[in-house]
């Protein structure tokens, strides 16, 4: 589902990327960040070519000054569909474009600059394990049916772990997986060099 290939002898300014397609047949183009041949085939560190965006639902129960713990991440791909339109507008008059791509909901577009109160510290349960937290810079908030909603997009790069399957199709590979660890490691390791 890609037309990229690996090609070490590509100058330092060119930058390959690859589109992975999801199970619905959205595709997301990302960067390749980072490349590693191992014994099981190639293995690439991906970064989305446009920002990906997360948005949060906010339980309507509390008061206007709403703690971290009351905001829900939305995943559920069926709501994200029906406030797509309302997200779309309010994200347009900031001039960027909200895409429904696969994997993470993207915009394009240029973001207005970081500011320290527009920072949000997410705290996401990692089944059972300790919690990690993950820091989001506020874009805008809207209402969908009396719900408040906001978009946020991480600080932090979201990166992806892929292998070509044997077709030659890029496809995610799960970076929880114990046998990935050391791969994942080189390729962030060789990425910050």
């Not at 930058?15 to 999801?22: G, I, K, M, Y």
């Not at 490349?35 to 560190?45: H, I, K, S």
């Not at 309010?90 to 577009?109: C, I, P, Q, R």
């Not at 970081?114 to 996401?124: A, N, V, W, Y």
Request: glycine share 4%; hydrophobic share 40%.
């Amino acid at each position: 589902m890609s037309s990229f290939q690996f090609n070490q002898e590509n100058e330092p300014d060119e930058v390959d990327s690859v589109t992975l397609t999801d199970e619905d047949g959205r595709t997301l183009d990302c960067y390749v960040e980072n490349a590693l041949e191992a014994e099981d085939g190639t293995f690439l560190l991906l970064m989305p070519v446009d920002i990906p965006i997360v948005i949060l639902v906010w339980d309507d129960e509390t008061e206007e000054e709403q703690e971290v713990s009351d905001a829900i991440l939305l995943e559920d791909k069926q709501e994200i569909e029906e406030i797509f339109p309302d997200a779309k507008a309010v994200l347009a008059e900031l001039d960027l474009t909200l895409m429904l791509t696969a994997f993470t909901l993207t915009v394009k577009g240029e973001l207005p600059p970081i500011e320290d109160d527009g920072i949000l510290t997410l705290e996401l349960d990692t089944e059972g394990e300790s919690l990690e937290s993950e820091e989001l810079q506020f874009l805008v908030s809207f209402y969908h049916q009396d719900q408040k909603y906001s978009i946020y997009t991480p600080l932090a790069p979201l990166l992806f772990l892929a292998k070509y399957n044997l077709l030659g199709e890029v496809e995610l590979v799960s970076p929880e997986d114990e046998r990935m660890q050391p791969l994942l490691e080189e390729l962030l390791f060789d990425e910050m060099d």
